[in-house]
């Protein structure tokens, strides 16, 4: 993505070729070398340290561990690490990324060579990961009362059944989540991910396990910490998460504030919240004429009307109207019911799974889940 800078890692036992790299790399801002490993037997280790993005290995390597079976040992470590080889036209070596090798280098380069490659390798790596199989989708009001955080929680609960979700807390300051699942202070939190690059066992510390079987990433439990997440640091988590999970449900929070569209503009799908408030509608207008400015294609978004049989004298036509766009899905209201639920921390689709309103739900679930078949396949033939 844009801005973002590449962390790469080099494993050479040649000082020329090491000193000859970051002579070529110094001039730019991208790529940050992170340091030169001389040693094959010392690679996995390193890259669990210092967490690169992309690693560049000699297939000449001298010593125990060949090229090859450091390219091979880094991605049987550490699949999301990308390894570019470098070779010499009479050691020819073929990208083979089952083997560890996503992209070759051959020596002589130049400069444009290298930040070419390693840019190139990134992004593929990127969009692979973008294409893992997951769908994002983000619940989200410009205004705060509409029962996104409920939505998104039951929602969330409904599509776990048969299908790996998580759920984000997207509501950094105060952490809605927290609120409405009751989860103890001393629960970990996106803030106890590394600041550096985040694996697969990192995020597996710091997920709440819910007992409806989902996994939840809690935002801080205190308003000040929210400072502490950057917007790097949400793409990283949203990044691995998405390669973990077939569904990525994430609650926003009221606005269009950076860390707020940092979540949408991850998204696959956009769910916005709304109910017949005139408040609500104006500011879903608003927050329409701004993704239209931004650039979101209309398949990126959908509206869902809560509350849908309580419309306070304003029509569904009307309402539309207002929107420009037509309502994608209803969900009916049941005070009692969600009041206890959400007072007991408990999704009401679990405990009353024949009441209309989870019913709704479901069927919101499972028109998501049929986008998300049809997402696999035309994927399948592409490749």
Request: net charge negative.
């Amino acid at each position: 993505m844009a801005g973002e800078q590449i962390r790469l890692l080099v494993i050479e036992d040649v000082p020329q070729v090491a000193s000859h790299m970051r002579s070529l790399l110094n001039a730019q801002t991208q790529i940050k070398m992170l340091d030169v490993v001389t040693s094959g037997d010392k690679a996995v280790p390193t890259v669990a340290e210092m967490r690169p993005d992309i690693v560049i290995v000699d297939a000449l390597l001298q010593g125990r561990m060949s090229g090859i079976h450091v390219a091979e040992a880094i991605r049987s470590a550490d699949p999301t690490v990308a390894v570019v080889m470098l070779t010499v036209p009479q050691n020819p070596v073929t990208q083979d990324p089952s083997r560890g090798i996503d992209a070759v280098l051959k020596m002589p380069f130049t400069g444009f060579d290298l930040t070419t490659l390693i840019r190139k390798t990134h992004e593929d790596r990127s969009a692979e990961s973008a294409r893992s199989g997951s769908m994002m989708i983000a619940l989200f009001s410009p205004k705060g009362g509409v029962g996104r955080t409920t939505l998104a929680y039951n929602l969330a609960v409904s599509l776990g059944v048969g299908h790996r979700v998580c759920l984000v807390d997207g509501s950094l300051q105060f952490s809605d989540l927290r609120g409405l699942l009751r989860v103890p202070a001393v629960a970990p939190s996106i803030v106890n991910l590394p600041t550096d690059r985040i694996r697969e066992s990192d995020l597996a510390d710091v997920v709440w396990k819910d007992p409806s079987g989902i996994d939840i990433l809690l935002a801080p439990p205190r308003v000040e910490m929210a400072e502490m997440v950057t917007t790097r640091d949400i793409e990283k988590a949203l990044g691995i998460i998405r390669k973990l999970y077939e569904f990525v449900i994430v609650d926003t929070r009221a606005g269009l504030s950076d860390d707020v569209l940092v979540f949408l503009d991850a998204s696959d799908l956009i769910l916005q919240v709304l109910t017949y408030d005139s408040m609500a509608i104006r500011g879903l207008a608003m927050a329409s004429e701004a993704f239209t400015a931004i650039g979101y294609p209309p398949a990126k978004l959908a509206t869902i009307l809560n509350r849908a049989d309580a419309n306070g004298g304003i029509s569904k036509a009307d309402l539309e109207e207002a929107l420009g766009q037509a309502i994608d899905f209803e969900i009916v209201s049941d005070g009692r019911l969600v009041l206890t639920a959400n007072n007991e921390g408990a999704p009401f689709v679990s405990s009353s799974p024949e009441a209309p309103i989870s019913q709704g739900l479901r069927q919101v679930a499972g028109a998501l889940v049929a986008v998300q078949s049809e997402r696999g396949m035309a994927l399948a033939g592409r490749t």
